[in-house]
């Protein structure tokens, strides 16, 4: 079985999304793409010899028979309009990050998908396909450090451009700790503060780096992440939890560990995209796997909801040097399957 997919954005993850799913992945294929820059969606049509009609807008490819499932890669504040029209379409729905630019509209989603009466959405938070976390996820669900009690974060850029403007360390780099850090511990949050440490003077001007951003569980989890986006020396993230009887950290990606000129060293990454290159893979794959069954199995369009609720309060945390609570309310019934088992290859 193949599904037959249409991508509405062919920017770059748009464009590396099209060529995962063509020459990399199985059970998937592109059959129709657009993008409000036309020429730029059919040289990709062309460069990669698709099989696929280039439509003038976004909904019109929602609509279009051939298509059965959508993935959405536009600009963000676009992403609510085309969920909502995939979710009136009866379509399935992959959306990059983020779901809808407010809490609000990631709600009013959360409430067209209910009313629709089927899961139909997922979310593009790519960090729960990667190894790493997959393997502490295992280790923290086993039992083998006992309960989690703290986690200790940091999230790391060598540079940002000049574009990364504002509070954009946190909706746009923290938020994939917040998506991540509740699937790994099987947590809510409950508050958050910021703290701003001393800058960088190698920071634009007028952009806060580095943050501490400080957040609470439901069960009474401590997490500290350090966000630190001009640190210079490379990409790096950092996850360590600790439990009650152990510690368990995310592994460092692999790379040689080379002796050389009376040093032992390994190398450390600076291109976020080779950081998560294989998750974008599995993502995908499981994507596609998931929706041939009819299934939604990754980050929920609740969790795209949470994520941006999270993300405003710790925005408010930051404007207000306080705690700030984060009142989720209960999750909808619809949303209580727990995703599947992880397995690790
Ligand atoms: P990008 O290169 O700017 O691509 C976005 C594309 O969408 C552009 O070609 C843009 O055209 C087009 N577009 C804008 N409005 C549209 C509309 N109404 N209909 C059709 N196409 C439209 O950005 P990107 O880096 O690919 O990012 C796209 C999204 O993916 C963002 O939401 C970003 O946060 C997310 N993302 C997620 C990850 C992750 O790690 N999960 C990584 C990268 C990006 P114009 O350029 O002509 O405006």
């Known amino acids: 079985m193949v599904l037959k997919i249409g991508v509405i ?22 059959v129709a793409v657009t993008d409000v820059n036309k020429e730029q969606a059919k040289a990709i049509v062309n460069n990669l010899s698709l099989d696929a ?44 990050k983020p779901l809808a630019t407010t809490a609000e509209g990631c709600k009013r989603i959360v409430d067209a998908e209910i009313a629709f009466g089927k899961p139909l959405v997922q979310v593009g938070y ?12 295992n280790v923290i669900d086993s039992g083998k450090i006992g309960e989690a009690l703290m986690v200790h974060c940091a999230h790391r850029n060598p540079s940002v451009p000049d574009n990364y403007t504002g509070d954009m360390a946190i909706t746009d780099s923290f938020v994939h700790e917040i998506d991540v850090l509740r699937w790994l511990l099987n947590d809510d949050y409950v508050s958050v503060q910021v703290i701003l440490p001393r800058n960088t003077r190698l920071a634009a001007q007028g952009l806060q780096d580095p943050h501490i951003i400080l957040l609470e ?22 996850c360590q939890v600790v439990g009650e009887t152990g510690i368990a950290n995310l592994p460092e ?3 040689i560990v080379l002796r050389s000129e009376a040093k032992l060293s390994t190398e450390i990454l600076v291109d976020w995209k080779e950081r ?69 290859t």
């Open 9 to 30: 954005g062919t920017g770059a993850i748009g464009q590396d999304h099209i060529r995962r799913i063509t020459s990399t992945l199985t059970s998937g294929k592109i």
């Open 53 to 96: 009609k280039v439509y003038d807008d976004g909904h019109e490819l929602i609509q279009a028979e051939e298509v059965e499932a959508v993935v959405v890669t536009s600009w963000g504040p676009t992403h609510e309009e085309f969920v909502l029209s995939s979710i009136a379409a009866g379509k399935p729905v992959f959306c990059e």
């Open 126 to 137: 790519m960090r729960r396909y990667d190894k790493g976390y997959r393997v502490l996820k």
């Open 217 to 238: 569980t439901v069960q009474g989890i401590r997490i500290d992440v350090e966000v630190f986006v001009n640190c210079q020396y490379g990409y790096d993230i950092q």
């Open 253 to 255: 990606p692999s790379s």
């Open 276 to 344: 998560f290159i294989d998750s974008y893979d599995v993502e995908l794959q499981e994507w596609i796997s998931s929706t041939l069954k009819g299934e939604v199995n990754g980050p929920t369009a609740w969790d795209g909801y949470v994520a941006a609720m999270t993300s405003d309060a710790c925005v408010e945390a930051k404007r207000t040097g306080n705690i700030i609570s984060i009142a989720m309310g209960e999750r909808p019934e619809f949303y209580t399957k727990e995703s599947a088992v992880v397995e690790v």
